[in-house]
């Protein structure tokens, strides 16, 4: 979920990895780094799009696994270990949340490791401190707590231009907001999290986006919002698969 790779300026390594990232290809886009891993910074880039692709499809947890272990193993200093130990708290997040095995324990210890090396100033930390929200909503369901780490990770991601991750910063936000029934401030959050993602280009994530958004609109809107949402869902070939459960049929 990091915005590593994000449209990639002028550098035409990682412009080709986001295409292919922002389309779901996360094995081709990884296969890009696949020379490059002897470098720590492409080695925990090429893992973060293993373990997303995890969490979006529910497989590949080996390769991911694989590709964390020689991040850990080629990371220099406290900062490249804090940023290795980051992925591994979100791949055992993901293996928890999605019902694979119960990680909990490594998620938060890994999460806890990461926020002790990393430098205040670190460029990962705004995803520490998104990654550690959703392990306080989902795997304590703790929002009080959840909410101050997505708002540390949201100035974060503004401070340092990560773009990607503010778009995950407002929706998790505007769940929040949504659960305590303030319905103006999580339609706001919701459409910001939409935006960004499809003036970005990032279309696999535009799905959840727009059935998020669902959530927070009356009818006809909140309806058409999910046939769209449908529609790419199904043209992505069924990713996210979690999404699914979210995506309920179109009343007769």
């Given at each position: 979920?990091?915005?590593?790779?994000?449209?990639?300026?002028?550098?035409?390594?990682?412009?080709?990895?986001?295409?292919?990232?922002?389309?779901?290809?996360?094995?081709?886009?990884?296969?890009?780094?696949?020379?490059?891993?002897?470098?720590?910074?492409?080695?925990?880039?090429?893992?973060?799009?293993?373990?997303?692709?995890?969490?979006?499809?529910?497989?590949?947890?080996?390769?991911?696994?694989?590709?964390?272990?020689?991040?850990?193993?080629?990371?220099?200093?406290?900062?490249?270990?804090?940023?290795?130990?980051?992925?591994?708290?979100?791949?055992?997040?993901?293996?928890?949340?999605?019902?694979?095995?119960?990680?909990?324990?490594?998620?938060?210890?890994?999460?806890?490791?990461?926020?002790?090396?990393?430098?205040?100033?670190?460029?990962?930390?705004?995803?520490?401190?998104?990654?550690?929200?959703?392990?306080?909503?989902?795997?304590?369901?703790?929002?009080?707590?959840?909410?101050?780490?997505?708002?540390?990770?949201?100035?974060?991601?503004?401070?340092?231009?990560?773009?990607?991750?503010?778009?995950?910063?407002?929706?998790?936000?505007?769940?929040?907001?949504?659960?305590d029934g303030e319905l103006a401030e999580a339609r706001r959050g919701f459409l910001e999290s939409l935006r960004i993602r499809e003036e970005l280009g990032f279309l696999i994530g535009t799905a959840p986006a727009l059935a998020a958004l669902a959530e927070a609109e009356p009818e006809p809107e909140a309806t058409r919002l999910r046939a769209e949402a449908?529609?790419?869902?199904?043209?992505?070939?069924?990713?996210?698969?979690?999404?699914?459960?979210?995506?309920?049929?179109?009343?007769?």
């Open positions: 979920m990091s915005g590593a790779g994000t449209i990639g300026g002028e550098d035409p390594l990682q412009r080709a990895i986001w295409r292919l990232r922002s389309r779901g290809c996360w094995s081709d886009a990884a296969a890009l780094l696949s020379p490059h891993t002897g470098d720590p910074a492409a080695a925990v880039q090429r893992t973060a799009l293993l373990v997303e692709r995890c969490l979006f499809t529910g497989q590949g947890w080996a390769e991911a696994e694989d590709a964390l272990r020689t991040a850990e193993a080629v990371a220099g200093d406290d900062d490249q270990r804090g940023a290795a130990a980051c992925e591994r708290g979100q791949l055992a997040y993901a293996a928890t949340v999605l019902g694979v095995r119960d990680r909990s324990d490594e998620a938060r210890s890994a999460l806890g490791r990461a926020a002790a090396l990393l430098s205040p100033d670190s460029p990962t930390r705004p995803l520490l401190d998104f990654r550690r929200g959703l392990v306080a909503e989902h795997l304590a369901d703790a929002p009080q707590a959840a909410e101050p780490a997505y708002r540390r990770a949201h100035a974060g991601a503004a401070a340092h231009g990560d773009t990607l991750l503010l778009s995950f910063t407002w929706r998790h936000l505007a769940g929040l907001a949504l659960r449908r529609r790419l869902f199904h043209l992505l070939g069924g990713i996210p698969t979690w999404l699914a459960a979210h995506l309920h049929p179109t009343p007769a």
